[in-house]
């Protein structure tokens, strides 16, 4: 599975992007998608997750309120709808696929990376 993220930028804060992640090669229609990110200096961390169906989803308290998170399995793509944005929320953002069709937040069970994209956002 290649993973191809795209959709960053730079935003002021308060603003708006949304993120896609398209899929291609060997299907991961029946696998759980997430999106990590990783700012300078700090640690990847988890940022949101949906499960093989679309139908559950989970999100980091950080973010929880703000992104959404959805998938389109016709397409093979997951995307994640960012809104009121902090500068905190800068870093580099990439999706990954589970090894599962379950939720997780556990980026040790994500087998698929794609390259990352940049979002910063400008206070």
């Known amino acids: 599975v290649q993973l191809q993220a795209s959709g960053g930028g730079l935003v002021q804060a308060g603003g708006s992007l949304r993120l896609s992640c398209a899929a291609s090669?060997?299907?991961?229609?029946?696998?759980?998608m997430g999106w990590f990110r990783q700012a300078p200096g700090k640690e990847r961390e988890f940022v949101a997750g949906i499960n093989w169906s679309g139908a559950t989803t989970t999100y980091a308290d950080s973010v929880r309120g703000r992104f959404t998170i959805s998938r389109d399995r016709a397409r093979g793509t997951v995307y994640l709808q960012m809104s009121s944005l902090k500068p905190e929320d800068t870093a580099v953002y990439y999706c990954?696929?589970?090894?599962?069709?379950?939720?997780?937040?556990?980026?040790?069970?994500?087998?698929?990376w794609g390259q990352g994209t940049q979002v910063t956002v400008s206070s």
């Open positions: 090669g060997r299907t991961a229609h029946n696998n759980a």
């Open positions: 990954a696929t589970s090894r599962t069709s379950s939720l997780t937040n556990d980026d040790s069970k994500y087998i698929y």
